[in-house]
């Protein structure tokens, strides 16, 4: 994903591991406070709710800030 957005946009994709929370936290939500969208990769239960099962169930969603 990280390489089509940066084919498809003027953008640079960065892949940040060990999820949102910890090490991540702030710079994900300064990146969020500067107007640019994050993509959070995620797999979806028979409930759609996210869950983990090693990409089969893949999904994708997009976060953006805006104010």
């Known amino acids: 994903m990280a390489a089509l957005a940066q084919e498809v946009f003027p953008c640079r994709a960065e892949l940040l591991r060990g999820g949102l929370g910890g090490?991540?936290?702030e710079?994900?939500?300064r990146h969020l406070a500067?107007?640019?969208p994050l993509l959070v990769p995620y797999d979806e239960?028979?409930?759609h709710e996210?869950?983990?099962r090693r990409g089969h169930r893949a999904h994708w969603a997009v976060g953006w800030c805006w104010g």
């Open 23 to 25: 090490r991540n936290r």
């Open 27 to 29: 710079r994900v939500l």
């Open 34 to 36: 500067s107007g640019n």
């Open 45 to 47: 239960d028979s409930n």
């Open 50 to 52: 996210p869950c983990e």
